[in-house]
């Protein structure tokens, strides 16, 4: 039996997950889950989806292997490459099924939360496409490191709107999202973007992300000659990309770490609390306020994490270790230097990590998701790192 | 106090209820209460000050902030609650991780302790709500339950059913705050609630003033008062929050 199960109808994974949302929005919930789940066993709704993300999206991403990193670090080292998808990053896989089972359930409008500005781009995309209406909540902190990915959100047609309360990053974005859909709930889908959230989000999110686990096992096995790889390793904030790529190698014997921000270390640091809809993990003080998030990468900027993490931690199946915005920026420009890849800053966080810990993994084969690409992060490391 | 008992006697004495919403800790919220209830409030709910409060707009939102920044903590403002020395029961309103982090246990023995009648925790719905709902009934914490507009039929009775205190109607879809008019929401789901039930039915979350509360009352037992409240006791101290109340029993009064 698989470590990743579906969840029941009180949507848990161990004692955490749950559906802890305001009255209004209980139906929504059990309307969507009812909805995905019937879709889900659609084969129809199955290939509309995989035509979308072959035909649009540009999957299946393929597999690189960075032979000068891995010969600098003494391991063999692949990169699953979801930065070449459409808009960039993995988040295309999970608001392309989402948008379709937004028009499924007969609703008009998307709302989204965005860290980076990924999701939003990824959903304001997915909303151009399928002709939805899209609004964005991000926080006001991070337009402004995002600037770039805030002009594209508008340039497909969605409206952005700044989070001003609390950190003004993503926990303020997701609370102003929640509120809007509390308002709108009869005519619009909540298109969260992460592994988080009441239930069915986490579940729900991590199948439509499976894809990315599921081909990189293949894909593994086809250039392991049959073997899985030691260690997979991805970045974590809410969880999406690990969740995903970890979903194809909970099964084997691969040991798999999800790199959190020193500043964003729910799992390491946190203590159970409940939050945006879910009990998991979450970085608070003793009287159960939530903290704020510190981390250079506005992606991973979020003190929760998403519940099947929390259990996957628990069970002991998942180590989650953290790393500093020093070490990030070392990640960030080794791959560029070394082959040519430049990785969004939330992935700079797995590099950092098997940078450090190559030296106990020596011989070893190593997978990263390199769930996104720099490009968006360029104009703020011209800042860290000078113009020269 | 026991708020149900004390709530069904207003009611059969003739009278609509009147219960008014104030972030604790927020400057002055014990004087704003004070005034409250010596202008006509029957119950008052305080408000637990929370970083990330999803069902609230921005006054409750600005009023947690500067409660917050100013030091108040949940069990500060349960502790001063028993000084408060009035003689109309009190309910807390508060977000789920505020109990969880204490543990059940802890906080019901601090509300006991300290005179609070009953909890309101929206972001608690019936699915969650059996652990704490055991734990607060075994104290003797009535647990107010929210029914919302979007429950169909077959869920209303199974909220009113776990309700202690009151049924809490919320009037419209959407956050706290204050609107130019009462939804049509509001009416039609006390309606609805009260076909179902006979313990008191209270509207909150969008009845903005005296004219909205007489509409409400119209149909439901009673309203909650918040955003209005807050906003003034912020605004202009706790003598507007006395003269605000006082106004408000006048018009549901002509009922």
Redesign the interface.
Same mark, same amino acid.
């Given at each position: 039996m698989s470590v990743m199960q579906t969840p029941g109808a /009180?949507g848990r994974f161990g004692q955490f997950g749950? #559906?802890? @949302? *305001? $009255?209004? +929005? @209980? *139906?929504?919930c059990q309307e969507l889950e009812r909805a995905f789940t019937e879709a889900w066993d659609d084969a129809l709704f199955r290939e509309e989806l995989n035509h979308l993300l072959k035909t649009y999206a540009g999957r299946p991403s393929i597999l690189t292997e960075c032979h000068n990193l891995g010969r600098e670090l003494g391991i063999r080292l692949f990169l699953k490459r979801e930065d070449l998808n459409h808009t960039g990053s993995h988040k295309i896989n999970n608001v392309l099924g989402q948008a379709l089972l937004a028009k499924r359930m007969g609703k008009k409008r998307i709302v989204a939360e965005t860290g980076a500005g990924q999701h939003g781009v990824a959903a304001a995309t997915a909303a151009a496409l399928l002709g939805l209406e899209c609004k964005v909540f991000m926080g006001a902190v991070d337009m402004e490191r995002q600037e770039l990915n805030v002009f594209r959100m508008r340039l497909l047609g969605a409206e952005v709107v700044a989070a001003e309360?609390?950190s003004r990053t993503l !926990? /303020?974005a997701v609370?102003e999202a929640?509120?809007d859909w @509390?308002?709108?709930? $009869?005519s619009t889908h909540y298109c969260l973007g992460s592994v988080m959230g009441p239930h069915p989000y986490p579940y729900m999110v991590r199948q439509f992300h499976r894809v990315i686990g599921d081909e990189a096992r293949e894909q593994c096995r086809e250039v392991l000659g049959g073997d899985d790889p030691d260690v997979v390793v991805a970045c974590v904030g809410g969880g999406s990309n690990a969740i995903g790529i970890f979903s194809g190698f909970v099964d084997t014997e691969a040991r798999l770490i999800g790199v959190e921000p020193a500043g964003g270390a729910a799992v390491g640091r946190g203590?159970?609390?409940?939050?945006?809809?879910m !009990?998991s993990y +979450?970085m #608070?003080d $003793? /009287?159960? #306020?939530?903290q704020e998030a510190h981390s250079i990468s506005a992606g991973l900027d979020y003190p929760g994490v998403g519940p099947e993490h929390s259990y996957l931690s628990e069970i002991g199946r998942a180590e989650y270790p953290s790393v500093t915005d020093a070490e990030v920026i070392d990640g960030f420009t080794l791959l560029a230097r070394s082959e040519g890849i430049i990785p969004a800053l939330e992935c700079a966080h797995a590099l950092a990590w098997i940078k450090r810990a190559a030296p106990e993994m020596q011989g070893q084969v190593v997978l990263m998701n390199l769930s996104g690409r720099g490009d968006k992060d360029v104009a703020q490391m011209m800042d860290v790192l000078g113009r020269k | 106090m026991h708020l149900e008992t004390h709530l069904r006697a207003q009611r059969s004495a003739g009278r609509k209820l009147l219960v008014p919403y104030v972030t604790g800790g927020l400057l002055n919220w014990k004087e704003a209460i004070r005034a409250a209830a010596a202008c006509g409030a029957d119950a008052i709910e305080v408000g637990i000050p929370f970083s990330d409060p999803v069902m609230d707009g921005p006054v409750i939102q600005e009023a947690s902030l500067r409660a917050l920044k100013d030091g108040a903590t949940p069990f500060g403002i349960i502790q001063e609650i028993s000084t408060l020395d009035i003689d109309i029961p009190i309910a807390v309103m508060l977000y789920y991780n505020t109990v969880f982090r204490a543990g059940h246990e802890r906080f019901v023995t601090s509300l006991v302790k300290n005179g609070v009648s009953g909890a309101i925790i929206p972001d608690l719905p019936l699915e969650e709500a059996g652990e704490w709902c055991r734990d607060a009934d075994a104290a003797g914490v009535e647990t107010i339950m929210l029914a919302a507009p979007t429950a169909p039929d077959s869920r209303l009775p199974l909220v009113v059913e776990r309700a202690r205190g009151f049924v809490y109607a919320v009037g419209l879809l959407g956050i706290t705050g204050e609107r130019d008019s009462l939804a049509s929401t509001a009416t039609v789901l006390a309606g609805r609630l009260k076909k179902i039930t006979d313990k008191p039915v209270l509207i909150g979350v969008g009845v903005s003033n005296a004219e909205q509360a007489y509409e409400a009352c119209k149909v439901a037992d009673g309203v909650i008062q918040g955003a209005s409240v807050v906003r003034r006791l912020m605004e202009s101290g706790p003598d507007a929050v006395g003269e605000y109340i006082a106004e408000v029993r006048a018009a549901i009064d002509a009922h």
């Open positions: /009180d749950g #559906q802890y @949302v *305001p $009255e209004t +929005l @209980v *139906p929504a309360s609390g !926990k /303020d609370n929640m509120r @509390v308002a709108t709930v $009869e203590v159970p609390g409940v939050v945006h809809g !009990k +979450l #608070q $003793e /009287d159960g #306020q939530v | -």
